[in-house]
Every structure is written in C-alpha cells, then in structure tokens.
C-alpha cells in the first residue's frame, strides 16, 4: 500500500511520519516539497528574459517549467536554492541574494 | 506433544531457527556463538530448511545483508557476539530505526579489552540504547522459548522493531541441559508466515528504506519510533500467553522468585539467576526472606512493574555483569534505581558489578549478598552503593 505522504512537511508531527520513514509507492516526489527548507529563492525578471531557455536543463530539481516554447515563473514547492540559474542566465534575468 | 532432548544452548537456539525456518540468515563466526549458523548449515546442507544462508566477510555485512533481506520482505536473522556485535554498531540503529523486525541470537561474551571470550553482559548492554527488543535467557531452555517467541514480537504490527534473544556465553550456549523441545509443526504453526505490509521486492507498489531526514524531521522520526517500543512489553506478554498454552511454561516481563513475602531482594539478568535461585532456597529453608527478581525483558525496561514487585522490599542490591564507568554502577543498576526513584521507594538499594569475563558466580556468593543486604538494612544505611563481587583488592 502506498504511502501517504501529504502530511509530510516541516509542520508534520510525529504521528503524520510513516512507519520507519519508509516512502511506499512510485513516483512520490512531485508530491513532497524538497523546496520548503530552502533559505533563498531565484527571482525571475521576466522583461530581461530573452527566453534562451539556458536555465531550465542546468536546473538539478527540474524547477523551471517550459509551455509553448517559453519558460514560466519557479516552481518553488522543489526549488532549493542552489543558485546555479543565476549563473546560467547571460541576461541578468534571474538574481539571487549572494549569487 | 513435547520432545524431552539434552542440548547445548546454541544447538536449541539452532532448532528452534530449524523449526521457525527463516527466509535469510547471513552469519560470519565468532566465539562463542559459532556453533548457531554452524549447526544451521547442516540444516541448509541437509535440506531440513529452505532458508538462504549467506557466509558474509564480517559482521557489519552479516548485519546489513539481514538488514537488506528484511527490507526485501524476508524474515531474516544472524547470529554473534561480543566484538562482532561491536561491529554491528552502526546498523544496528539502521535495523531499529527502519523499524525492521529481524532477529539476533546474541551469546554474551566480554568485550576486549583485555580480550576475553567468555560470559559477561557488556557486549549487550553497549547496544542497550540502539533500539532494539533486548531478551535475556537463564538456561537453554529459555533460551530455545525465547527464540521460538521472538518473531512474533518483533513482527506485531504494533511494534516492528528488531529483536536480539541473549543467553550467556559458554555458561549456556556450550553447557548441555535437559531440555523439552516442541513439535516441529507447532513452532510453525505458532510462528506463522511473514506478511509484511511493504517491502523492497513487491512489484506492485515500489519502496523508498532509510530516507535522509533533516533537522526538521528527526526528531520527530525518533519520537515515532519509541511508539513501537511503547507497544513491546503488552505484547510480550501476550505472546507469552499463547506460548504457555503450547508448552506448559510461561513467562513475563521478568520471573518473580520467591518474592511474595521478601524484605531482601536480588535483580539480575542470566544464568547466575540458577545460582542466586538456590542461595534464596538454602536461605527460606533457614527461615530469611530473601528473593530474586529475573529481567527477561530488559529493552524495553519494564520499570513501572519491576518497582511494583519490589515493594515491599526493604533492601535489593542489583546485579551488573558489565561495567558502566559511570563510577556510580552498570546499567541494570541505573536503570531499576531510577525506577525505584519514580516509584518513590523506601528501598535501600545497592549495585554491584560481577561474573566480568566469565568469573564464576558461586551459591556462597549469593548467599554472602543477602547477608550484606540484611546488614544494610539493620544499619537504615546503604553505604558505598557501588561494589564489586569477589574482587581480589
């Protein structure tokens, strides 16, 4: 039986953990937030996007949502603040404090 | 119908694994608990069990493969002691805390150093914390229920924690004794299959073991393991019950000998109970009233029930077979004080260390602590709490 992990998160109390910290069940981590312990989040400015799009394949948490050909605002509930966007931008367009 | 047998202890611990056949039992030797996966190969070689047996290169492996076998979803075990359980230290927790109920068929032995091989109780009582069940045997014969009963602990749906089934090495595990053994189709029967909800080899609902879990989340993960701890000792006792309606011979959290009217008490842990058994017999038959108070169930410690049955007591002293260097006693001697203090007692309570690296533990002994024990009670005064037994000085 798979796992329910929607209490998960960092105001779960100890009775909402499964048994063991097992995760039973595929696919289970859209549904768990790795971004909620992040300390800084990237800013997207989105007038100096030029929509290269050299952001979203250097993304490790695949946070950079792509419809149509363009990319999106972050998807915050995964991102956790590695910085490394800020650094693919050629076009100053995303910024992050101390990046 | 009951089988009467003359066994060592690690060659009942060995049937009893026979009559239970586990799934995997990874096992690498060390004195004195060898003789348990040895007698067990015969059983794979002979084809008399099915189960897996894996010789590993050490005891770190042998404990992560049953580890590993467990999350698979089999039942699993391994065998050890002292060193080799040291060894064991790091996965040890990694059993409790995935909350996988595999067994241990630990044979006490000094740990090193100086090296030693034979009984005391340290090898144990450094894993006392790690969060497992933690079973003690007096002789083989309890030694043999114990591992027939263990499973069904560990596996309740409750508890799911691992469990280790201790006797003391050489003193039980080598020594022969008469012995009553069940029926093999009675064990199986009692045992019954492993159906655990998930595992690793389900095809139909893959599984995450041991995620990392960060500041946020431990704490609550250890909370939510003691839970399964909180569940051992009602279902110790059940489980004891069923036995005892299959063997004629029941057990508790701990055997109250002798204690209904005593004022002088021992606790101890092990076959030095046997001895301590037949002081308080010579003593009662002299007219003192002297019992014993013997931990089968010491992780979880069953404190609320140890202080009740030692109410009326006017003096215990308790008995460590392993140092604790906390230069106030060990820690059986840590652990029945603080239930004492919980419970408000009036007892005048000593702790001594004994029996360290196989030191004998004779019926003079014993008789001479129930003597020291009624003097501290005539004095209103424990004195130096902390002792040791029969120590040249």
Redesign the interface.
């Known amino acids: 039986m798979a796992a329910d992990i929607t209490k998960l998160g960092v105001k779960a109390t100890w009775k909402d953990l499964t048994e063991g910290m097992i995760i039973a069940g595929a696919g289970t981590s859209k549904e768990f937030n790795t971004g909620e312990w992040s300390t800084d989040k990237p800013v997207f400015i989105e007038e100096k996007c030029k929509q290269c799009l050299l952001c979203t394949p250097v993304c490790p948490d695949s946070c950079i949502p792509v419809k149509d050909g363009k990319r999106g605002e972050f998807d915050y509930d995964h991102c956790k603040g590695c910085g490394i966007c800020v650094k693919s931008c050629p076009f100053g367009a995303i910024t992050m404090e101390g990046v | 119908m009951a089988k009467r047998d003359r066994l060592s202890g690690n060659e009942a611990i060995a049937i009893a694994l026979r009559q239970i056949n586990p799934d995997v039992f990874p096992a690498f030797p060390i004195t004195p608990s060898t003789e348990i996966p040895q007698y067990f190969a015969s059983f794979v070689a002979n084809g008399q069990v099915d189960t897996e047996f894996i010789p590993v290169e050490s005891e770190h492996s042998s404990m992560s493969a049953a580890i590993g076998a467990s999350a698979a979803g089999a039942r699993s075990l391994t065998a050890t002691s002292s060193c080799g359980l040291a060894y064991m230290w790091e996965e040890l927790y990694i059993a409790a805390?995935?909350?996988?109920p595999l067994a241990l068929a630990l044979v006490n032995r000094a740990l090193s150093g100086p090296i030693n091989i034979n009984c005391d109780h340290s090898d144990s009582m450094g894993a006392r914390d790690a969060g497992w069940i933690q079973i003690y045997a007096e002789n083989n014969q309890e030694a043999y229920d114990n591992m027939v009963q263990a499973y069904r602990i560990a596996e309740h749906e409750s508890v799911?924690l691992p469990i280790m089934i201790c006797q003391d090495g050489f003193i039980t595990s080598h020594a022969v004794e008469n012995m009553e053994l069940l029926e093999d189709e009675e064990v199986k029967k009692f045992v019954g299959e492993y159906q655990p909800?998930?595992y690793l080899l389900n095809p139909e609902?893959?599984?995450?073991?041991?995620?990392y879990?960060?500041t946020?989340?431990y704490?609550?993960?250890k909370?939510?393991?003691a839970?399964?701890m909180r569940h051992v000792e009602e279902v110790v006792l059940n489980v004891a019950e069923e036995f005892a309606g299959i063997s004629g011979r029941e057990y508790g959290l701990f055997e109250a000998y002798r204690m209904e009217d005593a004022e002088y008490a021992v606790v101890m842990i092990g076959s030095a109970a046997g001895t301590t058994k037949d002081a308080i017999d010579k003593l009662r038959e002299q007219g003192e009233k002297v019992g014993l108070l013997k931990i089968r169930l010491y992780r979880p410690f069953p404190a609320e029930a140890i202080a009740q049955a030692l109410k009326g007591v006017k003096a215990v002293a308790v008995m460590d077979r392993a140092e604790g260097y906390t230069n106030h006693g060990g820690p059986l001697g840590a652990d029945v004080m603080a239930a004492l203090y919980r419970a408000r007692s009036q007892a005048l309570a000593v702790n001594y260390i004994y029996g360290l690296g196989g030191r004998d533990v004779r019926v003079e002994d014993m008789e001479g602590i129930f003597a020291t024990l009624k003097q501290i009670a005539a004095d209103g005064d424990a004195g130096e709490t902390y002792r040791y037994l029969g120590i040249r000085e």
Request: contains cysteine.
């Open positions: 805390s995935n909350r996988l799911r909800e998930n609902c893959p599984m995450a073991v041991g995620p879990s960060i946020d989340y704490m609550e993960a909370r939510s393991q839970e399964g």
